[in-house]
């Protein structure tokens, strides 16, 4: 039980299945790629890259020996505590005792895949922080290492004592130094050849607009504007400052973008509606950037979106958010949130989207309003400011599927620095609101046959289901604790699990052990040793995402919504 419960409350049914649809994706993208360089930087100069290729494979089996030296030393002080080898078997065997029917297949084998994979991150890490290299092959090679280890660990992996394991462990091993080798050679030793010309009929940054609805947001629009400026003419800016009562408008003039003040208070897609058609800016402009007044794009922002839409099907592509870590004083609860929220972005930015906008899936639910860029003549065939809806970017996302405008494409590099809500408070507020906009949005569009619609809907049940369990888990250790900590009975409408009672390791094992590991995951990619402490918290936020995604079902019936926004405290960015 613990183990369905693990994955279920962890990864879910639909999010592994994008996982394994993401891994095809990248290997499909970028080793061909990758490869491709390879070759012909090899031929332009061979003997520089060669050069280079003797230093990276050097690197490369250090990375190896690291790994090997963490599992010797695992393997070793395993065995003076356990005093034998058959000390080590028994250990194991008694670990197998103890995840009772769900056998955990424990063995050298995972042991050494683990190692390999966390010591070649930590080894890589060290390396990349004095010379930085292009990793794409090595990070696939680490992924399915990572895969190995998971498969294992389900006893799909053949033990070890079995024929071709060594073969198996050999060919990794080979392919992780070809790997590092190949991958890392993209740093300045090799000289890169002049970009080449844009193709005919690229759109270019003097061709994008930026709108940006804006309410009460002096604090941080300069900033946002500012990181603009960077990457297009401070002309093609168009900010709607929205019944705002500070000096939202006058800091947005005094950077010389075209401002517009709104009253009284419409909301933020009406304000969206009211720039484009005041301005007429899908007529005036290939592409349109919506953009939130506390979102910083990167200088290669534009760089990354704009080659997408040389794919004349492409209709919309979704910026990457990256939470600011605030360094304000007293910012416990906003670095508690935005820790958490560091975690599930990378969660569902890598884990979801990255597969849902594969050119062969085309199944991603939202286009955030926040940081995404619209051809301007899809854009001006969405009814941004639909009645009813608390938010627009679900509707607007809703539309380009239902309407069939086009395919919404995503580039990873597409990067942007984002703000979290300062107080709990806040961050419930903004949750809701994201909730119930997603309900009202299923209900506005119905029930419509196609593809998308049927993925949203199995998407939808699975989070039903989840959210009605995470919501039942304190009522369930409560009872637990009334009945001197037996296991007790979950409905039957959550059969999903198999059997019928959850008991107390069950609980620990599946719902916080497990989320904790993702923490640690998440933390090395990451490299914010803070997520460990925040980490021992999250189940609280995902207590409260739960509630308020089942809340929301009736909320979102009996509710109708004009739009109009508060939007959470800002403060002047200081992030670290």
Known sequence: MKWIIAYFTVVGFNFGFWIAVGAL?????????????????????????????????????FESAVSFGLFSLFAVTLNVLLG????????????????????????????????AFVGGFIARSVIRASNPAATAIASTTYFFGSILVSADLIGIVIPLEAPGTLLLLLASFVLMLSGETVAMSGRGSVPTPAQPAL???????????????????????????????????????????????????????????QVVDIYPN???????????????????????????????????????VLPLFDDPRVAAVPGRSIPRWPAHPGAHQARFITAYRMRLWRMLQFGLRYAQTWRFTNMTTIVPGAMSTYRASVLRQLEIDAPGLVIEDFNMTFELHHKRLGIIAYDLGATVDSTQPLTIGDYVRQVKRWYLGW??????????????????????????IYGLFVVMVPAILLVMAANGWHSVTIPQFLGVFRQGTVSL????????????????????????????????????????????????????????????????????????
């Open 25 to 61: 994706r990248f290997a499909s993208e970028q080793i061909p790629k990758v490869l491709i360089e390879f070759v012909r930087r090899l031929r332009s100069h061979p003997r520089a890259f060669l050069e280079y290729g003797r230093q990276t494979l050097w690197q490369a089996t």
């Open 505 to 576: 390791p069950d609980l620990l094992l599946g719902v916080f052990l497990a989320d904790y590991l993702m923490t640690i995951i998440i933390t090395l990619i990451e490299r914010k040793p803070a997520l460990l402490f925040y980490g021992l918290g999250f189940f609280v936020l995902r207590f409260l995402d739960a509630l308020m995604f089942i809340t929301m079902i009736p909320a979102s019936v009996i509710t109708k919504s004009d739009g109009r926004w508060v939007h959470p405290k800002r403060k002047p960015d200081v992030s670290a």
């Open 84 to 115: 034998t080898v058959e000390g080590w078997l028994q250990f194991i065997e008694n670990f197998r005792a103890l995840t009772g029917p769900y056998e955990l297949v424990l063995n050298p084998l995972s042991a050494w895949l683990f190692f």
């Open 266 to 304: 419409q909301g933020k897609a009406k304000t969206l509606k009211h720039l484009l058609d005041r301005f007429q800016i899908c007529d005036r402009y290939r592409a349109v950037l919506i953009l939130d007044a506390d979102i910083v794009i990167r200088k290669r922002f534009l760089d990354r």
């Open 439 to 464: 309900w009202q949005t299923i209900w506005r569009h119905g029930v419509w046959p196609s593809a998308f619609w049927a993925f949203m809907a199995s998407f939808t049940l699975e989070m039903v």
């Open 199 to 257: 193709p005919a009929g690229r759109i270019t940054p003097p061709e994008v607009a930026v709108i940006m609805a804006a309410h009460n947001e002096e604090a941080v629009i300069g900033q946002s504007i500012t990181a603009a400026m960077a990457v297009l003419p401070v002309e093609n800016i168009y900010i709607g400052s929205d019944a705002s009562t500070d000096r939202t408008s006058a800091v947005a003039r005094s950077y010389g973008c």
